[in-house]
């Protein structure tokens, strides 16, 4: 068994355009190998999701009952 | 909530030109009030006041209206505009020269600048309006702002057409007995285009720009077609009651964004959210003032009264909000995959400069009401109108030159 880093949470719940995408970017930039992101943020981000499809990362979107959004980011390359 | 699709943008540059021109036109509008604030009080049917009308609406709000229609359309309706780089050149000069031809023609009665100002304009809609409509006929969907696009757009071409027909006949070139299109004109032109196409934009930027729930399902899917039917009920029955149904619609949905905002997720109050709420008050007191207006009840004070709470409290604060959110907005977006270290959005904008523009904005609208029962107060509203489009078109520019330095600092020529 490999003892996993927790993820680097990013909370956007209350954060204002581009907030949650720069701080996503301050996270990505952070995260270490085999290590996740996860965003909270209260709507689909289209220009975050874009730039991750460009620049080489998986994720994934889990839509919680709350109408908050999970947003699962890792290295592509490390699935 | 509705996903935005940031990859169809077109380049800042078409937009940006519609933004920056739009505070020149308050500008001119501020500098009239000084020059003629006299006969712009006398009634709202003088020259002066016509021009003064028709520089904040076929000018400011026109260049704003269409700037945001060449970034959204594609962004939020995924209607992509045949190339928007090559169109947005000629419907920009076209209807900036046509809206200054216009005011000429109003403030100074030049038959030949009515009829310039058709061509002008008529030719920048006749670029705009088939290129809108054939994009937002292609995507597939059936989304709330989809369909508000495409009503707004077709309002727009009709308020352009009673227009026309009117400065023609203001021209001499046709019967007088057209100029009984007025209301209809302002009808079609603030509640069809106008207010339906804010409705268009606020279910998208108002829950992502000020963290509120998204407009109500029922209300977003009804709003823009019941809209259709209450203008055309006003310009069939022939009856001043006949607007009744429209000023309620209007009503609700300031009612419907107060109720959002009041309903958001952050206690902190930025610009923006205080220049919509501001603005939804005043779209309230403009339909009380129509009502009255509608039974005869105040004279020429409720009416000059209506189109400073309808025009400058309404739409000139919705467009003032949007424009500090979306144009460093849009600039951030540009920058971010193409320069190292972006600099953070929130310090593109004075902040503290922002608020003061909130303030001499807010100033202004209490002086042109004050304007309405004591004419000499329109030279208060000039001064702050001046200082307001100062402030705007400062701010403004300033995000686009850090964004332009941001640029050269990543691309040493």
Redesign the interface.
């Known amino acids: 068994m490999t003892d996993r880093l927790p993820p680097i949470v990013v909370d956007a719940r209350r954060l204002l355009p581009p907030e949650p995408m720069e701080r996503t970017l301050e996270a990505l930039d952070e995260m270490q190998p085999g290590q996740e992101v996860l965003l909270m943020i209260p709507r689909q981000p289209a220009p975050l999701f874009d730039m991750l499809h460009n620049n080489g990362y998986a994720y994934t979107v889990e839509s919680q009952p709350d109408g908050v959004f999970h947003i699962t980011i890792r290295q592509a390359s490390g699935d | 909530?509705q996903?935005?699709?940031?990859?169809q943008a077109p380049p800042p540059s078409v937009p940006i030109r519609f933004f920056l021109t739009a505070p020149l036109f308050m500008l001119l509008a501020g500098l009239l009030l000084l020059i003629d604030g006299e006969a712009v009080m006398a009634s709202r049917w003088t020259p002066a006041a016509l021009a003064l009308t028709h520089l904040m609406t076929a000018g400011f709000m026109l260049q704003v209206m269409l700037g945001a229609l060449f970034q959204l359309m594609p962004v939020a309706a995924g209607a992509n505009l045949w190339r928007p780089s090559v169109l947005a050149l000629p419907v920009h000069l076209l209807s900036a020269i046509g809206a200054v031809l216009l005011v000429a023609a109003f403030h100074h009665q030049i038959a030949w600048a009515y009829q310039l100002a058709v061509v002008a304009i008529g030719c920048s809609v006749l670029a705009f309006v088939p290129a809108g409509m054939l994009a937002l006929s292609r995507p597939p969907g059936t989304s709330h702002s989809l369909i508000a696009l495409r009503i707004a757009l077709l309002a727009f071409f009709a308020t352009v057409l009673a227009g026309a027909t009117m400065a023609l006949a203001r021209a001499g070139l046709i019967d007088t007995g057209w100029l009984r299109f007025s209301s209809s004109h302002v009808a079609l032109g603030l509640a069809g285009w106008g207010c339906v196409l804010v409705a268009a934009v606020g279910y998208l930027v108002v829950?992502?720009?000020q963290?509120t729930?998204a407009y109500p399902r029922w209300f977003a899917r009804s709003f823009a077609p019941l809209m259709v039917l209450a203008i055309g009920l006003g310009m069939v029955v022939l009856h001043p009651t006949a607007w009744l149904p429209l000023i309620g619609l209007v009503a609700l949905f300031a009612s419907v964004t107060l109720d959002r905002q009041q309903r958001r997720?952050?206690a902190k109050l930025?610009a923006t959210f205080r220049f919509w709420r501001f603005a939804m008050g005043c779209v309230l007191f403009a339909c009380a003032g129509s009502v009255l207006m509608i039974f005869n009840i105040g004279g020429n004070a409720v009416a000059l009264a209506v189109g400073v709470l309808a025009i400058l409290g309404g739409f000139v604060s919705v467009i003032s909000g949007m424009l500090y959110k979306i144009v460093p907005?849009i600039l951030?977006?540009y920058l971010?995959?193409r320069v190292q270290g972006v600099p953070?959005?929130?310090r593109m904008l004075n902040e503290q400069w922002v608020l003061w523009h909130l303030r001499a904005h807010v100033a202004m609208i209490g002086a042109a009401l004050l304007a309405t029962l004591w004419w000499p107060a329109v030279y208060l509203v000039g001064s702050l109108m001046v200082v307001s489009a100062a402030l705007l078109g400062g701010q403004l520019l300033r995000v686009v030159g850090r964004a332009r330095a941001a640029l050269r600092l990543a691309q040493p020529s």
């Open positions: 909530m996903a935005l699709s940031f990859e829950p992502m720009f963290l729930p997720r952050r930025d907005f951030w977006l971010q995959p953070p959005m929130t």
